[in-house]
């Protein structure tokens, strides 16, 4: 079963407006990842949250993190029609025998019209 | 650096037959893995190493096999391939595992019949 599970499945907006995709997650981890997936290509690191961590920032990204209720969140500010694409969460285990398996979600796909 | 490079782009096989995803890293990553990527499934974890001689299982492994006899190379054998083996494959590597970001070759496309 999936680790990450996430929120919206599908999101359409327009230029210049916010997007915000939610990641929840079952067991303990030691970061969070956000990828991005352009159609037909692949995937594309945006930012990494440790769990020690509650937000983090990158350009026009924003991340948090609640390990109390295990999900994070991806705002994208100010959208362009160039971000659209599918986004995945991905998790990292915080220690165990899961030591080496980075598990992903299902991926938002996000459309931004111009 | 050409970073994670995968050879072929795409493949069709019939049922039965056997083939090698190659996946090359120039960054000198230990951690190397692969998944596949199925409709509505996300990205799934077929096998992993961290490091040349050293390999585990991931989420899907049955009919794969893998190997890294080299830091550079970690290919993906499929023995008797299936229809339920077609999938879209990624490769990826980092510098010391999930800890860190991976990064992701551009894919291989295997359709069988």
């Known amino acids: 079963s999936q680790q990450g599970e996430e929120d919206p499945q599908a999101l359409s907006i327009q230029e210049g407006e916010n997007a915000t995709m939610n990641c929840s997650y079952k067991?303990?981890?030691?970061?969070l990842q956000w990828y991005r997936q352009n159609s037909g290509r692949g995937l594309v690191h945006l930012i990494l949250?440790?769990?020690?961590?509650r937000e983090k920032h990158s350009g026009r990204l924003r991340v948090t993190l609640d390990t109390s209720k295990k999900s994070s969140s991806l705002l994208i500010t100010a959208s362009r029609a160039a971000d659209t694409a599918s986004y995945f969460c991905?998790?990292?285990?915080?220690?165990?025998?899961?030591?080496?398996?980075?598990?992903f979600g299902q991926g938002t796909i996000l459309t931004v019209h111009p | 650096n050409a970073g994670v490079t995968q050879t072929p782009k795409f493949q069709v096989l019939k049922t039965g037959q056997s083939m090698t995803l190659q996946c090359a890293q120039d960054m000198n990553h230990e951690y190397m893995s692969w998944y596949r990527q199925d409709p509505g499934m996300g990205l799934r974890l077929i096998h992993y190493s961290v490091g040349a001689g050293i390999t585990d299982q991931g989420e899907v492994p049955n009919g794969y096999n893998v190997s890294r006899s080299t830091t550079e190379d970690f290919p993906l054998r499929l023995l008797s391939a299936a229809p339920s083996q077609t999938s879209v494959y990624f490769c990826a590597s980092s510098f010391e595992g999930p800890r860190y970001e991976q990064y992701f070759g551009p894919g291989t496309r295997l359709t069988v019949t």
């Open positions: 067991t303990s981890i030691n970061n």
């Open positions: 949250i440790r769990s020690n961590e």
């Open positions: 991905a998790t990292a285990p915080a220690g165990g025998t899961s030591y080496g398996k980075l598990t």
